[in-house]
């Protein structure tokens, strides 16, 4: 499997933006796809994650009611629409799959065997 993160960029406190995660190679309804990010001397923490299914939906705290996880089958494109960004969600996000599908385990990154590359998202204040 491989990731193509994208839809990164510049955005004022209060506006929007859409990560896109396009996957290649098979996907497979128990993987878990999910969304960590990491900013500047901090370590990488998980957003939010997904069963390829559709099921089992989990969010970190911080975005909750802000950020929703999605995905389009046709397209193995996973999605993370974020609104009401803050500055403090400033990272580079991270789109990664768990081919296990451990789910109980869902919130740790050394859960993932495969991860994209980063796409960088700034908001201003």
């Known amino acids: 499997v491989q990731l193509q993160a994208s839809g990164g960029g510049l955005v004022q406190a209060g506006g929007s933006l859409r990560l896109s995660c396009a996957a290649s190679?098979?996907?497979?309804?128990?993987?878990?796809m999910a969304w960590f990010r990491q900013a500047p001397g901090k370590e990488r923490e998980f957003v939010c994650a997904?069963?390829?299914?559709?099921?089992?939906?989990r969010y970190t705290d911080s975005v909750k009611g802000r950020f929703t996880i999605s995905r389009d089958n046709a397209l193995s494109t996973v999605y993370l629409r974020m609104i009401s960004l803050k500055p403090e969600d400033t990272a580079t996000y991270y789109c990664?799959?768990?081919?296990?599908?451990?789910?109980?385990?869902?919130?740790?990154?050394?859960?993932?065997?495969?991860w994209g590359q980063g796409t960088q998202v700034t908001v201003s204040s």
């Open positions: 190679g098979r996907i497979l309804n128990n993987f878990v």
């Open positions: 990664a799959v768990d081919s296990d599908g451990s789910w109980y385990h869902a919130t740790i990154q050394y859960t993932y065997d495969y």
């Open positions: 997904m069963r390829w299914s559709g099921g089992f939906i």
